[in-house]
Nanobody, 128 residues
Framework: QVQLVESGGGLVQAGGSLRLSCAAS????????MGWFRQAPGKEREFVAG??????????YDASSVKGRFTISRDNAKITVYLQMNSLKPEDTAVYYC???????????????????WGKGTQVTVSS
């Protein structure tokens, strides 16, 4: 069983930045691909960014226009994955979830059914 705990959310003005963190439990963190998803009120959960087990490959969801503004990274020694969010917009307001895909090979999936473990989420609110 893997436990994921997100932190770093909050209220920020448009144009500001936040860095989300997701701390994982367990000694096999380096064998998980990791992802960040978000869910805005009344909308379906959507993929934001993913990172491979080693951190050598990252993926960002183009359609949500976060590419170029959001950066995913991980520190396997600290068993933590991060989401740096810059130039935030009101439409980025959502609950952000961290997810782990044990044993995922070949990068990171944008499909939520590839992820076996989920955190409880952290709220990000961007005011205009």
């Amino acid at each position: 069983q893997v436990q994921l705990v997100e932190s770093g959310g909050g209220l920020v003005q448009a144009g500001g930045s936040l860095r989300l963190s997701c701390a994982a439990s367990g000694r096999t963190f380096s064998t998980y691909a990791m992802g960040w998803f978000r869910q805005a009120p009344g909308k379906e959960r959507e993929f934001v960014a993913g990172i491979s087990r080693s951190g050598g490959a990252t993926y960002t969801y183009d359609a949500s226009s976060v590419k170029g503004r959001f950066t995913i990274s991980r520190d396997n020694a600290k068993i933590t994955v991060y989401l740096q969010m810059n130039s935030l917009k009101p439409e980025d307001t959502a609950v952000y979830y961290c997810a782990a895909a044990p044993g995922y090979i070949g990068g990171a999936s944008s499909k939520d059914d590839a992820y076996a473990y989920w955190g409880k989420g952290t709220q990000v609110t961007v005011s205009s």
